[in-house]
């Protein structure tokens, strides 16, 4: 589930958790993370794959979701999620960050920095989030297909997974020119397709899997059609589900919720019971490894009663923190 806490080279064969993931029989799920400590917790939590949202990362960098965080923010902070955990991570590269050049740069950044796969959508440069207003200009196709092949080109390893997101609903199109987009984006080279819907019903969604007809793996975001029950997916074929945001907006709730608190009561007593122990928190972030780490690395510092050089554990708690 984790890594070696600090120092993490990666495991072989790692990327090809996501191929495994988008490919598979069995509809698969994508928790969303924005940081380290969201990682962790989603990879402990037993979620086998990471969708990095630029929602989310923007959110809690402060940006709004337009393109403000640069590639580079959004790069840092994958790294960080990739560090602290084993599960493959599929980040959100909006629409790739400007023409075909940035987006094969960065999808190749973000293999280095430990990404599974990308999802570029076609947008232009700067995108809009998909439920803000209603200005979603769409990439001409001939364009969005040269960004998706020069990622394909540019990044060498096949297990790095391509989505291309088409935002032809979310602008207002017809099933139609989704489709034709979508077909258009597999010749191009992606591996999956993400059909964005801001419907509050999954009526769209379900058409278009039904006629899409499985040619690429099908990939979805019920943020809007929350109540769908995932039997339906199943039912579609559809590969996989993303929860796109609601490791951030958990965050935002308990957080105000906890603020409101100890502002009214003047006390932490009472909201003890309502946040993580420190304990959890060690016990994510591998305190236990830099315990066992210091016994091996730092010499042994005398007992200052005997003088002996042999000196208790440093972390005598270390076996919570597991
Ligand atoms: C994100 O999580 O940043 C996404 C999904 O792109 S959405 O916000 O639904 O557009
Ligand atoms: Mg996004």
Redesign the pocket.
Known sequence: MRKNDVLHSGEPGETWKLVDLIHSNELSFLM?AHDALSAAVAARSGFRGL?A??????SSLGFR?ANEASWTQIADAVERMADVTSIPILV?G?SGFGNFNNARLVALKLLQRGAAGV?I?DKVFPKT???VGDRHHLADVTEFCGRLAAIKDAVPDQAFVLVA?TEAL?AGHSQDEALARAHAYADAGADAILI?S?KSSAEEILAFAGAWQNRRPLVI?P??YHRTPVSEYRDASISTV?W??HSMRAAVAAMRAVCGRILREESIAGIEPDVATLDEVFGLLGYDELAVAEDRYLPAAPDPRTGSPARPRPYPDAERWR
């Open positions: 969303e969708w949202s630029g929602l989310s990362i923007s979701d959100d909006d999802c959508e989030n998909s439920f997101r979310i964005h801001r975001v943020t809007k993303i796109a945001n």
